[in-house]
């Protein structure tokens, strides 16, 4: 019999996020906040520069599909 658990897909995380993951402790939340922070992408559909949660969500009720990694200067 199948298993009901949904399969998911396996992280991607750059070497400074698995720094991240390894403090200990009460930083780890920090860290890890501070890592996706200072993330940044930009919609496809309209140009908008924000943080990948606040991205996935202006996609969602936009409309808007595809997104670029926006690197620091």
């Known amino acids: 019999m199948p298993s009901a658990t949904p399969t998911r897909?396996?992280?991607?995380?750059?070497?400074a996020g698995l720094r991240a993951l390894?403090?200990?402790g009460a930083k780890t939340g920090?860290?890890?906040a501070a890592?996706?922070?200072?993330?940044?992408?930009?919609?496809?559909?309209?140009g908008m520069v924000t943080t990948p949660a606040a991205l996935?969500?202006?996609q969602k009720?936009?409309?808007h599909?595809?997104?670029t990694e926006v690197r620091a200067a």
Do not use: F, M, Q
């Not at 897909?9 to 070497?15: G, V």
């Not at 890592?35 to 309209?46: E, H, I, T």
């Open 65 to 67: 599909t595809g997104w």
């Open 22 to 24: 390894r403090i200990s």
């Open 61 to 63: 009720h936009s409309g």
């Open 9 to 15: 897909k396996p992280y991607r995380l750059s070497e």
């Open 30 to 32: 920090k860290a890890v």
């Open 56 to 58: 996935g969500a202006h």
């Open 35 to 46: 890592l996706n922070n200072s993330r940044r992408r930009r919609c496809d559909g309209c």
